[in-house]
């Protein structure tokens, strides 16, 4: 871990994951002002004090002072601990929330994480569990971060409001991360995906599944896209379905897109065969983007390129997201790593959209809470 460094003061209730889990990973304190000061309820939200917790729960020593109004936070963070542990999300925001600062902080703990998240699987914001198994899990292993103990697995699903979705995530742990070359995407070889149905009859997935297929099937014939119809306790509270599609390329690369239905009592009733034809077109715009990490999973790859050997790592993203973007902001400030970024205009060769190479030299970090066996 970092020495204990002089802390970093922020402003605002935006990036909070980033910072948080940045302080956690460089063990530097970071302070942060203005918690939507101005707002009529101001303060952290519910799902913010939620994630906190879980911080909290997967580190120890970590110290977090919060002042009445919940404006000003100011975390110290401790070693990252690991182990078993449970937690339940708030519903306002999805398993994804807290799933993907987790991805993130899970190579580098004492103890190999084995975690019991309950709530919200999938909503409209959050990246779902499913395109975080089919997405980010491949993208770890690429690091080196793989082994039996490796598994994310929906056991119940929950839909926004009412929640009641169970998610189990295991990671082993790693002393150093491999430095990664992913320069050629390579071109699609087939098409993955899940139609979910819960509290509405079955029928609603294969609906989403045949209009998805009218569209995709002009591009590709290898595709598959399972049902799963969950009953009972494990359909959690609310009814509701979506889609997850999946691109894989002929290099390993994985492009994702997803979309649910509005969460019932909010919004109109969505058609299942329009859920289906635009999410179609969500992954035939992420297979436009390109590039060798999908957008949801930009800033993950990013850090863990910082995190990696002191030896040169590159990787071809699509369009950098606004996101990404301020995460490269706070990798300055937090590790002192600055990427060398050039611009690939799309050629004859690249069809889609304009690509950027990524390039940076890792900060050599390694996993000194690691346990030696």
Same mark, same amino acid.
């Given at each position: 871990?970092?020495?204990?460094?002089?802390?970093?003061?922020?402003?605002?209730?935006?990036?909070?994951?980033?910072?948080? $889990?940045?302080?956690?990973?460089?063990? =530097?304190?970071? &302070?942060?002002?203005?918690?939507?000061?101005?707002?009529?309820?101001?303060?952290?939200?519910?799902?913010?004090?939620?994630?906190?917790?879980?911080?909290?729960? $997967?580190?120890?020593?970590?110290?977090?002072?919060? +002042?009445?109004?919940?404006?000003?936070?100011?975390?110290? %963070?401790?070693? @990252?601990?690991?182990?078993?542990?449970?937690?339940?999300?708030?519903?306002?925001?999805?398993?994804?929330?807290?799933?993907?600062?987790?991805?993130?902080?899970?190579?580098?703990?004492?103890? %190999?994480?084995?975690?019991?998240?309950?709530?919200?699987?999938?909503?409209?914001?959050?990246?779902?569990?499913?395109?975080?198994?089919?997405?980010? @899990? %491949?993208?770890?292993?690429?690091?080196?971060?793989?082994?039996?103990?490796?598994?994310?697995?929906?056991?119940?699903?929950?839909?926004?409001?009412?929640?009641?979705?169970?998610?189990?995530?295991?990671?082993?742990?790693?002393?150093?991360?491999?430095?990664?070359?992913?320069?050629?995407?390579?071109?699609?070889?087939?098409?993955?995906?899940?139609?979910?149905?819960?509290?509405?009859?079955?029928?609603?997935?294969?609906?989403?599944?045949?209009?998805?297929?009218?569209?995709?099937?002009?591009?590709?014939?290898?595709?598959?896209?399972?049902?799963?119809?969950?009953?009972?306790? +494990?359909?959690? &509270?609310?009814?509701?379905?979506?889609?997850?599609?999946?691109?894989?390329?002929?290099?390993?690369?994985?492009?994702?897109?997803?979309?649910?239905?509005?969460?019932?009592?909010?919004?109109?009733?969505?058609?299942?065969?329009?859920?289906?034809?635009? /999410?179609?077109?969500?992954?035939?715009?992420?297979?436009?983007?390109?590039?060798?990490?999908? #957008?949801?999973?930009?800033?993950?790859?990013?850090?863990?390129?910082?995190?990696?050997?002191?030896?040169? #790592?590159? $990787?071809?993203?699509?369009?950098?997201?606004?996101?990404?973007?301020?995460?490269? =902001?706070?990798? &300055? #400030?937090?590790?002192?790593?600055?990427?060398?970024?050039?611009?690939?205009?799309?050629?004859?060769?690249? &069809?889609?959209?304009?690509?950027?190479?990524?390039? /940076?030299?890792?900060?050599?970090?390694?996993?000194? #809470?690691?346990?030696?066996?």
């Amino acid at each position: 871990m970092a020495t204990q460094a002089h802390s970093l003061s922020y402003a605002g209730c935006n990036f909070l994951r980033q910072r948080l $889990v940045l302080s956690t990973l460089s063990g =530097r304190p970071v &302070k942060i002002r203005r918690i939507r000061a101005r707002d009529d309820n101001p303060g952290l939200r519910d799902f913010e004090a939620s994630f906190i917790r879980l911080l909290d729960k $997967v580190t120890n020593g970590s110290r977090i002072e919060i +002042n009445q109004t919940g404006t000003t936070l100011y975390y110290q %963070p401790g070693l @990252l601990y690991g182990g078993s542990v449970e937690h339940d999300c708030n519903v306002l925001r999805s398993i994804g929330y807290y799933l993907e600062s987790l991805l993130c902080l899970a190579p580098f703990m004492k103890h %190999p994480l084995r975690i019991v998240l309950r709530g919200v699987t999938n909503d409209q914001v959050d990246p779902s569990v499913d395109v975080l198994k089919a997405t980010a @899990l %491949p993208l770890l292993k690429q690091f080196g971060i793989d082994g039996e103990s490796f598994e994310l697995k929906v056991v119940r699903r929950g839909m926004h409001p009412g929640g009641g979705g169970e998610v189990f995530f295991s990671c082993p742990v790693r002393k150093v991360l491999k430095p990664i070359q992913l320069t050629d995407p390579g071109k699609i070889k087939r098409i993955r995906g899940t139609a979910y149905s819960v509290r509405v009859s079955p029928q609603m997935a294969n609906r989403i599944v045949d209009s998805a297929r009218s569209i995709l099937n002009k591009f590709i014939p290898d595709i598959y896209i399972y049902t799963d119809h969950m009953k009972g306790i +494990n359909s959690g &509270k609310s009814p509701g379905f979506g889609l997850s599609l999946v691109a894989e390329t002929t290099n390993g690369t994985f492009l994702s897109a997803e979309l649910a239905s509005n969460p019932q009592g909010q919004g109109a009733a969505v058609l299942p065969e329009d859920l289906g034809r635009n /999410c179609a077109k969500l992954l035939l715009e992420e297979i436009y983007r390109g590039g060798c990490v999908d #957008s949801t999973n930009q800033s993950l790859a990013l850090l863990l390129m910082t995190l990696g050997q002191q030896d040169v #790592s590159k $990787v071809l993203l699509g369009p950098l997201s606004p996101y990404t973007i301020e995460f490269l =902001r706070h990798l &300055k #400030s937090f590790f002192q790593i600055m990427f060398k970024i050039e611009t690939k205009p799309c050629g004859e060769e690249l &069809k889609g959209g304009d690509k950027v190479l990524m390039t /940076c030299v890792g900060v050599g970090f390694s996993n000194l #809470s690691k346990t030696l066996k």
